[in-house]
């Protein structure tokens, strides 16, 4: 009975293996897990961990404080960089912790630093005795240790793998080299085919289904030494041992390649728009990614919070890094960090997980951001993540036309009902004193039909009043040159010629608004300005604004003033096109920031 309970397990489970290994036909497929993940952790761990940051009691010799990148600025010699091996305690090191806290924190894969640009394997390899193991005089295979916890706990492996850079190969890239002379393409071919393919074929053969591999060009590799001919190689090598493991732009090819799953944004940048293709960013928890000592710039739960959810909000994921001590702990500033995000998505994970954003626009709503899942062909969950907690205790929704089935506040204790009202476009729903959650609280707004959505209305700004400016406008091809705010001065469009902006308003309620303008002109002329709504015209002449102070004694900067243009009569609640043209003459420069309509008494 033994014997045949065995050889049944033993079917089972190379029937599995066997499943797992069919490769997924396309992309979508093949990525499909990865956008259902959303959360996943970066671990930046190796020779330069033993560092700390600091080189014989001098720090890293970059502003950026990036820690394992001290080698190259510090230009320490191989020789005495391997003699970091020494500092790292063995008997403390163990990589199922990491794998245990991602899953408390809510992560559902683990990218780790296979090889970073110093040229140091971490695991046993046996292309380069310049490996973690071989150094450190170890038998242990950290690599082989974080496969099998992470199998055990369920959660996915992928490997970081530097393959432009390798400080420690005679013909591996150098950023110096610019300065000394570049190795030969020969000689660089040299280093790709005894280095780089024999590790990553290590890497793929090893250690289990691998779920992505993690490459780290950041600019295009026509501006490198690498030839695409090589990229080919490698993306040639992964789909024949392992079809189904992703591979990130940084390899060096755009996502219109077929063969890049998802594109990498730069560090810690997030999305800006809805992409309709999968897409990460890869972030710190503090400043460096790998352990520095000198570490005084951790983000705060909010924030790490809040860039998740902006990024799932526009189709995207957050890939968090921690930086592990060469004993393998991880600073209590990010295991308290981890260990909150994990408790708040034990609760909200569902507006994550499997979770995407509406092509509504991308931070139209002051109050927080939306994600949404799809329950079936025609029920729907949409999440508005609020991170500011409205003080009138009304949180206003823009865009979405279909009404609500039931809304509901996801408290500790679970959810509690809301109540509502609705215009058009514009939702409110009446919260209670106290918000669902002290970093991020989630609304869950249920919908029994398909949404149907209003892209072009103008959002509600929290406490009432519409905010008209260069982002929202009707006229997507506007001629007009938009500035982002640059520090001191407002986000604005140039108006140099005459020309007309148009808006999409929904007004709730018949009555009198106000209309503000605010603007610079940057002339010593008048430029006259008529704002409109159907049957209704408000004109007047912009008067120069001149500068204002931005800091005594240092610097002034353009200034921006707010004039009220008139009052308008609002007949009856629905919509209203508002329009503003200006009337530049030649060479008058006005920059304009934004019409402010609020209804008097508000």
């Not at 205790?393 to 996801?410: D, F, M, Q, Y």
Request: aromatic share 12%.
């Amino acid at each position: 009975m033994k014997l045949i309970i065995t050889t049944l397990l033993l079917s089972l489970i190379l029937t599995t293996n066997m499943i797992s290994a069919q490769p997924l036909n396309t992309r979508e497929e093949r990525v499909k897990w990865f956008t259902d993940a959303r959360f996943g952790m970066f671990i930046h761990w190796g020779l330069y961990s033993a560092a700390e940051g600091i080189w014989k009691g001098e720090r890293l010799r970059n502003g950026n404080n990036y820690a394992e990148w001290i080698r190259y600025r510090n230009r320490i010699s191989r020789e005495e960089y391997g003699t970091l091996a020494s500092r790292f305690n063995w008997s403390r090191i163990n990589p199922e912790e990491w794998v245990l806290l991602a899953k408390k924190a809510g992560m559902k894969y683990i990218i780790i630093t296979a090889k970073h640009h110093d040229g140091v394997a971490i695991w046993n390899s046996k292309t380069s005795d310049y490996n973690l193991s071989k150094l450190c005089n170890t038998d242990r295979d950290v690599i082989k240790e974080l496969s099998n916890a992470c199998r055990k706990n369920g959660i996915k492996l992928a490997f970081y793998y530097s393959h432009w850079l390798d400080w420690e190969h005679p013909y591996g890239w150098d950023h110096n080299q610019e300065i000394t002379g570049k190795v030969s393409d020969e000689q660089y071919n040299q280093y790709w085919q005894e280095k780089v393919l024999p590790q990553l074929r290590e890497l793929l053969t090893n250690y289990g289904d691998i779920a992505m591999l993690w490459f780290d060009m950041w600019v295009d590799y026509k501006t490198t030494i690498v030839k695409k001919e090589q990229l080919e190689q490698v993306i040639k090598l992964i789909r024949e041992l392992q079809p189904n493991c992703l591979i990130n732009s940084r390899l060096g090819l755009a996502v219109s390649n077929p063969d890049i799953d998802f594109e990498t944004m730069g560090d810690n940048q997030f999305g800006a728009y809805y992409q309709n293709y999968a897409w990460e960013t890869s972030g710190t928890i503090a400043h460096s990614w790998g352990y520095n000592a000198l570490e005084n710039q951790w983000k705060s739960t909010s924030q790490l919070l809040q860039s998740l959810i902006d990024n799932v909000s526009l189709n995207g994921g957050f890939t968090l890094n921690i930086g592990p001590r060469a004993d393998g702990t991880v600073p209590y500033e990010g295991t308290r960090r981890l260990e909150d995000m994990g408790a708040w998505l034990s609760k909200q994970g569902e507006s994550i997980y499997g979770s995407t954003g509406l092509p509504l626009r991308a931070d139209q709503n002051d109050w927080g951001r939306i994600t949404t899942k799809k329950l079936d062909v025609a029920r729907q969950n949409v999440f508005l993540q609020v991170y500011n907690w409205p003080l009138d205790h009304v949180l206003r929704l823009t865009g979405i036309l279909s009404t609500p089935l039931r809304i509901e506040l996801v408290t500790p204790t679970g959810r509690k009902q809301l109540k509502f009202t609705q215009n058009g476009p514009l939702t409110h729903i009446h919260l209670p004193e106290e918000q669902g959650n002290p970093f991020v609280s989630t609304i869950v707004v249920q919908y029994a039909q398909p949404l149907e959505l209003d892209e072009q209305v103008v959002a509600e700004s929290g406490f009432g009043g519409f905010s008209l400016n260069g982002k929202n406008n009707s006229d997507s091809s506007s001629k007009y040159e938009l500035k982002d705010f640059d520090g001191t001065r407002p986000a604005h469009l140039v108006i140099n010629t005459p020309g007309q902006l148009t808006w999409k308003l929904y007004a709730a309620e018949a009555g009198k608004y106000k209309v503000d303008l605010s603007f610079h002109n940057a002339i010593r002329n008048d430029i006259e300005c008529t704002v409109s709504v159907p049957g209704q015209t408000l004109s007047q002449q912009l008067k120069p604004t001149g500068q204002v102070v931005v800091e005594p004694h240092d610097y002034n900067t353009d200034e921006f003033v707010n004039t009220r243009m008139g009052i308008i009569n609002i007949p009856k609640k629905g919509y209203y096109q508002v329009s503003v043209k200006f009337s530049p003459k030649d060479r008058e420069l006005l920059f304009f920031n934004n019409i402010w309509i609020n209804k008097e008494g508000k």
